[in-house]
């Protein structure tokens, strides 16, 4: 059986599938942070990652010609532009004789430029162990779910579903059962998720997980491998619209003993219901179907037990909390910018979500956002934080205003935004690279969710940007959330002007108390979690309690429309105010 990485499959394979070829040669090799970055843009990088402490540099030329000194001139400029040291040069059809003399003379002022060929690709995979070694073993809930998972697919049942809270693991869940499964008899899978961004990550994070000859496929708007090809892999990671149209053209899937479908609570829709009874996924006749999500809402009424079944395991972010599953939280919500005199103002359908926002909050507050965080810098060892901003303006203020201050290194961070505005791949690529390795304490980001932020040591999270999607903002907070070594716990400063926040902070406070909250007993969260109501000086305790009987039902607030009218106002004021 052949190597993932062969000569046949580098020569006559795209491009793309040619640098995630060596990326993942460069996985199996132990390489750290391996970041995928060539596009328009790039400035002469491919590939980043990380071995031994330093910051290696790949450029990928899948040519049908040598490569020559013009491309060495690139390597190079990029390894200045990305802070690199190894830069790698790596031809699918060699170097001429002028670069690899030049080569010698780099070599010899002290510059370890490398450069691989098809045949040097091919010697470092067939050195390769059967199986990567992995530094990680299962947490005891993961592995509770593992082997739902096994048992029930060994059962013959045909259907199952994984709910995890973000930071949970539960994409290494689906690895590990995978695995686990390939072990006793070789299956093949597909995996599909809603968008190109996720179908790479899912096909990165599989890498460990699979043996050397196990092949994989990404099918998607960018690349559209043969009917062969999709035959042959063991593993075909797949962009929804891409298979709902091959599907909706009277063509036929190959067969897949397993289909995952990633961040399933989007199943419902046409697309999803055009695959799934195309390979009656989950039916008694069809594959395996193994649903993942870790926000099971859905504004419908669709229910994902129709399709997957009930959870096999369901933990969320509380559970996840209350168990150590998660970093110790510290959530601090702030109450300083509210017009507490505006309030006699609202009467009637004037208590809905979008009146009350505009009455009782004053504008942004970011000069009192970057004093609060320098204060609470010290208070973490090595501190680590990402400011969520609403727009790339707000991102830039808050990057310069952190940095007039000179306690860290901040760092704007945004993808491209509807008006056309982007930031520089290059650049972009940089700074995540740098935040990872320490470099940049601060990310300033907008809109930046799973794009590669994902640095366990993270211990400082800042909102400044109002969501209305509880998806959302899990996903936010769960960047905080990640174990890692020496973090006792992730300080959250929110800052968002919007009542339905201050519902799901209470919402939050009392799911975590192992008591709720009675008259006259207000809850109180013993550490390591505590959420509380605070001005910038300290507790607002007074607040809290006035939000408590103004937002009796926290969930219809959380849930409720713009213009929904809700809300019942107090008899009285914070301080005996009316």
Not at 81 to 110: C, T, W
Request: hydrophobic fraction near 40%.
């Amino acid at each position: 059986m052949s190597i993932f990485i062969n000569e046949i499959n580098l020569r006559f394979g795209t491009w793309q599938a040619f640098e995630r070829a060596v990326s993942r040669l460069l996985a199996h090799e132990g390489f750290e942070g391996i970041r995928l970055v060539g596009q328009s843009g790039d400035r002469g990088a491919d590939v980043l990652a990380h071995r031994a402490g330093k910051r290696w540099l790949f450029q990928m030329k899948h040519w049908k010609n040598k490569v020559g000194l013009d491309v060495a001139d690139q390597t190079l400029e990029a390894m200045r532009i990305y802070r690199a040291q190894v830069p790698v040069i790596v031809a699918l059809n060699g170097f001429d004789e002028k670069l690899k003399e030049h080569q010698r003379a780099l070599m010899s002022r002290g510059i370890p430029l490398q450069l691989w060929d098809t045949k040097a690709l091919v010697t470092r995979a067939g050195k390769l162990q059967e199986m990567p070694v992995l530094d990680r073993k299962p947490r005891g809930y993961q592995e509770q779910a593992i082997r739902a998972a096994i048992q029930t697919y060994n059962k013959g049942e045909k259907r199952a579903l994984i709910v995890m809270a973000t930071g949970l693991g539960k994409t290494f869940v689906a690895c590990e059962t995978v695995k686990r499964i390939n072990a006793v008899s070789p299956v093949r899978i597909l995996v599909i998720a809603h968008t190109n961004e996720l179908v790479y990550q899912i096909e990165k994070a599989f890498w460990p997980f699979l043996s050397r000859q196990q092949e994989t496929t990404i099918w998607n708007g960018y690349e559209q491998p043969s009917e062969e090809r999709l035959e042959k892999s063991s593993a075909v990671f797949a962009c929804l619209n891409t298979v709902a149209d091959y599907v909706q053209r009277g063509k036929e899937l190959p067969h897949f003993d397993i289909i995952i479908i990633d961040e399933c609570h989007h199943v419902g829709g046409q697309m999803y219901s055009t695959v799934l009874h195309n390979t009656m996924a989950g039916s008694e006749n069809g594959p395996f179907l193994l649903g993942l999500t870790a926000t099971p809402w859905r504004p419908d009424d669709i229910d994902l037990a129709d399709y997957f079944g009930e959870p096999l395991v369901r933990v969320d972010i509380v559970t996840g909390l209350r168990n150590g599953f998660l970093s110790n939280v510290d959530y601090r919500m702030y109450t300083d910018n509210i017009n507490w005199e505006a309030l006699g103002d609202l009467k009637g359908k004037k208590f809905s979500p979008r009146q009350i926002n505009r009455t009782l909050f004053i504008t942004e507050w970011d000069d009192a956002v970057v004093f609060e965080l320098k204060r609470v810098w010290q208070e973490q060892h090595k501190p680590r934080a990402i400011v969520f901003c609403g727009t790339i303006d707000h991102a830039v203020t808050m990057r310069d205003r952190i940095n007039s201050l000179g306690f860290c290194n901040a760092s704007a961070i945004y993808s491209q935004t509807s008006t056309g505005r982007t930031m520089d791949p290059a650049e972009r690529n940089r700074v995540l690279c740098d935040f990872q390795d320490g470099a940049i304490d601060v990310l300033c980001a907008v809109d930046i969710l799973n794009e590669g932020v994902d640095v366990p040591d993270v211990n400082i999270i800042v909102f400044q940007r109002v969501t209305h999607s509880r998806r959302i903002f899990i996903q936010q907070l769960g960047r905080g959330l990640r174990l890692s070594k020496d973090k006792e716990k992730v300080i959250v400063l929110d800052f968002v002007s919007d009542i339905r926040r201050f519902a799901a902070g209470i919402d939050l406070k009392d799911g975590l108390s192992e008591d709720g909250p009675t008259p006259g007993n207000p809850v109180r969260i013993s550490l390591p979690h505590k959420v509380t109501f605070r001005k910038a000086g300290g507790e607002d305790p007074q607040t809290e309690s006035f939000l408590r009987q103004w937002l009796e039902d926290v969930a219809a607030v959380e849930g409720a429309g713009e213009d929904t009218s809700m809300l019942k106002f107090p008899p009285e004021l914070p301080g005996g105010r009316q």
